[in-house]
């Protein structure tokens, strides 16, 4: 069985994202999810003089380990300032430091849900252009614009906006 791997790019006990992520896991049949949670691992924030002097911490390596084993990914990534949140891009950071290709040229599902109209589509911007230097190999990109109107309930309930995603999963469920 494909096990795909989901994170939700958020440290928030109510992430938006996480409960998008584990939505959009939801429509795959036949494959095993494993819910990765940043809250998890509590790392330091990256900085070459710590890496010298302590090393890479072991979280890092617990964490690296677990991507190795993975067919795939879907990840949500909640958008601050325009920009991915500092707890996600601290762990890309760490993992960069033990292998550049993070993704290991592994499909991904890339998404960004927020409150406004964008849908966190800055962030997604951002890590369409950067992921595929880390290794990841996109299918597909989706953004969810007013996260709290159009998401009730565990579901997207707009009939357009759920059949968009659901037609990503098509495109990434062929990638597996």
Same mark, same amino acid.
């Given at each position: &069985?494909?096990?795909?791997?989901?994170?939700?790019? /958020?440290?928030?006990?109510?992430?938006?994202?996480?409960?998008?992520?584990?939505?959009?896991a939801?429509?795959?049949?036949?494959? %095993?999810? &494993? /819910?990765i949670?940043?809250?998890?691992?509590?790392?330091?924030?990256?900085? %070459?003089?710590?890496?010298?002097?302590?090393?890479?911490?072991?979280?890092?390596?617990?964490?690296? %380990?677990?991507?190795?084993?993975?067919?795939?990914?879907?990840?949500?990534?909640?958008?601050?300032?325009?920009?991915?949140?500092?707890?996600?891009?601290?762990?890309?950071?760490?993992? /960069?430091?033990?292998n &550049?290709?993070?993704?290991? @040229?592994?499909?991904?599902?890339? &998404?960004?849900?927020?409150?406004?109209?964008?849908?966190?589509?800055?962030?997604?911007?951002?890590? @369409?252009?950067? !992921?595929?230097?880390?290794?990841?190999?996109?299918?597909?990109?989706?953004?969810?614009?007013?996260?709290?109107?159009? !998401?009730?309930?565990?579901?997207?309930?707009?009939?357009?906006?759920?059949?968009?995603? %659901?037609?990503?999963?098509?495109?990434?469920?062929?990638?597996?």
């Amino acid at each position: &069985m494909k096990k795909v791997i989901t994170i939700a790019g /958020s440290s928030s006990q109510k992430s938006i994202n996480k409960a998008l992520v584990g939505y959009t896991a939801s429509l795959l049949k036949n494959i %095993e999810i &494993m /819910s990765i949670d940043l809250n998890d691992y509590v790392l330091p924030v990256y900085g %070459e003089d710590y890496e010298a002097e302590n090393g890479i911490p072991i979280a890092v390596k617990r964490l690296d %380990e677990i991507i190795n084993t993975a067919d795939a990914f879907i990840i949500s990534l909640a958008e601050h300032n325009g920009s991915y949140a500092a707890v996600f891009k601290n762990v890309i950071d760490w993992l /960069s430091r033990l292998n &550049m290709q993070i993704w290991r @040229e592994k499909p991904m599902l890339l &998404m960004a849900t927020s409150p406004g109209g964008r849908g966190g589509a800055t962030v997604l911007q951002s890590a @369409e252009a950067s !992921f595929p230097f880390l290794g990841a190999k996109l299918i597909g990109t989706y953004a969810l614009p007013y996260f709290y109107d159009n !998401f009730k309930e565990g579901e997207i309930i707009e009939e357009s906006f759920r059949k968009e995603l %659901e037609d990503k999963i098509v495109g990434f469920s062929k990638e597996l």
